[in-house]
């Protein structure tokens, strides 16, 4: 039996994918575009659930037995973020993560507005271990943009949003180090057994209430020619930094 091949790109499959590309058609659907073949199978494989697939008509991959939309190049094109797609994409559910304490250090991204940043972060927090990451008013960190960077990482690490009183709430008794350039170096910084590492705001740093509930403040030592480092990379310095012990076994 011949295959269906959306050409269209008005067609309202076509318009369907396109929405999950704006926050507004995500929070519709509680879907989340995932673009291209390896990013496409790492979802498949991490047990995500993929609602359906849209697929190029000259794509030869892995379908994975699920269902899926053809699409000529040019509907594929507008369904996609990508400037140039790669063939595949899917329509992924968003993990509901209710807000709960952490299973070991984690991360509290703290109004972080750029996708981009998010994304690495999240990247990050995923290698270096930290399995679950808190958002207060973030970027979100399904959006195409962010879902590219952090490369799968959305796939395996525990996203959870809320408030600043909901976040703190869950975070009882949990240590706070508060990323900033008054702090304590982190080269000699020694890291109690379990903690929370904030990382605030591009342009205006952590909020005034989290910045009061940090116990510690540490920072990365830089020389005096530089200003900051961008967030992911400082992000991404200190999560390793204050883990390095445990690498080193």
Do not use: W
Not at 141 to 150: E, G, L, N
């Amino acid at each position: 039996m011949e295959k269906t091949v959306i050409l269209s790109r008005n067609n309202p499959l076509v318009r369907e994918f396109a929405a999950l590309k704006e926050k507004k058609g995500r929070k519709a659907r509680g879907t989340f575009l995932v673009e291209g073949e390896k990013m496409v199978r790492e979802a498949v494989e991490s047990g995500m659930e993929v609602v359906r697939l849209a697929v190029r008509e000259d794509y030869a991959g892995e379908t994975f037995s699920l269902p899926a939309c053809t699409f000529g190049a040019d509907a594929f094109r507008a369904l996609c973020d990508e400037k140039t797609p790669q063939g595949i994409a899917a329509e992924v559910r968003i993990p509901r993560a209710a807000l709960r304490p952490p299973e070991g250090s984690c991360l509290v991204l703290d109004g972080v507005s750029d996708p981009a940043n998010v994304g690495a972060i999240v990247r990050t927090a995923n290698a270096a271990g930290y399995r679950d990451v808190y958002l207060i008013g973030c970027a979100d960190p399904f959006a195409p943009k962010c879902v590219r960077a952090s490369m799968s990482g959305v796939f395996f690490v525990r996203l959870m949003a809320g408030t600043h009183e909901q976040v703190l709430a869950a975070l009882e008794g949990i240590p706070f180090l508060a990323a900033d350039m008054d702090g304590e170096n982190l080269f000699s910084f020694l890291p109690p057994e379990r903690f929370a590492l904030c990382i605030g705001n591009e342009g205006n740093g952590l909020s005034k209430c989290v910045r009061a509930r940090a116990d510690r403040t540490v920072r990365i030592p830089m020389a005096e020619t530089a200003e900051s480092l961008n967030a992911a990379v400082s992000a991404s310095v200190a999560m390793y930094l204050l883990k390095r012990r445990q690498f080193e076994e």
